[in-house]
């Protein structure tokens, strides 16, 4: 079984929609919790970073930590064409020497 | 801030041939870089961890010889890829924590990809 769990996709959905990604996980030392954007041919880029359990919103994006779940989403309001990408969570703790454990990722299509 | 630059972002080598790949963060020091295989449509494969000044740490089943990596400085991180062949063939990426020891998340180059006739 994977650490980091998270549905291929694809997703798609109508410009304007509410966009919600999920992961979960088995490793309960992982404390801390970020989303990434891969566009096609591109490396990642870090859309959000939390700290143990909790919500943080950061425009039309909000990432949300259930650790006693093992649980995180990602919400995306009014989804834009420009958003259409693979989606990674990634988790980490202080005891693995810096390294971040990747879900799969999900890819995001939204239709204009 | 945390930028992170990668070189060449293509490349196209005969088989037989050594590639150098570059990782430089821009905008802060990083003590240790990360690189990651992609496969199409699959997520990043961990290769190694590269800490400056010290030998990188590989991760199973990935062999040290043939992707030869060194971090020279606290900004600059190199994956050799020796005698390529086309099975060598992918998308290479490279990422920088920023910090020191404890925990932060990565910041990513945006990637080369390989292809090895």
């Known amino acids: 079984q994977k650490e980091v769990e998270q549905d291929p996709g694809p997703l798609s959905v109508p410009e304007g929609a509410i966009v919600s990604l999920n992961c979960t996980y088995s490793n309960s030392a992982f404390q801390y919790f970020m989303w990434y954007r891969q566009y096609s041919r591109k490396g990642p880029e870090l859309l959000m970073y939390t700290y143990s359990s909790g919500n943080k919103e950061d425009g039309r994006f909000t990432a949300q930590v259930d650790k006693s779940s093992k649980y995180i989403s990602l919400f995306i309001r009014d989804s834009q064409p420009s958003d259409s990408a693979t989606y990674l969570c990634a988790m980490g703790g202080d005891t693995n020497a810096g390294k971040s454990t990747f879900g799969d990722g999900t890819t995001l299509t939204v239709k204009p | 801030g945390a930028v992170v630059s990668q070189h060449p972002s293509r490349v196209i080598c005969k088989s037989g041939t050594s590639v150098k790949i570059e990782c430089r963060s821009l905008d802060f020091q990083a003590t240790t870089m990360f690189w990651y295989r992609q496969f199409p449509k699959k997520s990043l494969m961990l290769m190694a961890t590269?800490?400056?000044?010290?030998?990188?740490?590989?991760e199973q089943g990935v062999e040290k010889d043939k992707f030869l990596i060194n971090h020279a400085s606290l900004t600059l991180s190199t994956l050799t890829v020796t005698s390529a062949h086309p099975e060598d063939s992918s998308f290479y990426i490279c990422s920088a924590k920023a910090g020191g020891a404890g925990y932060s998340p990565l910041h990513f180059g945006n990637g080369t990809r390989l292809t090895v006739t």
């Open positions: 590269s800490n400056e000044g010290s030998k990188a740490t590989y």
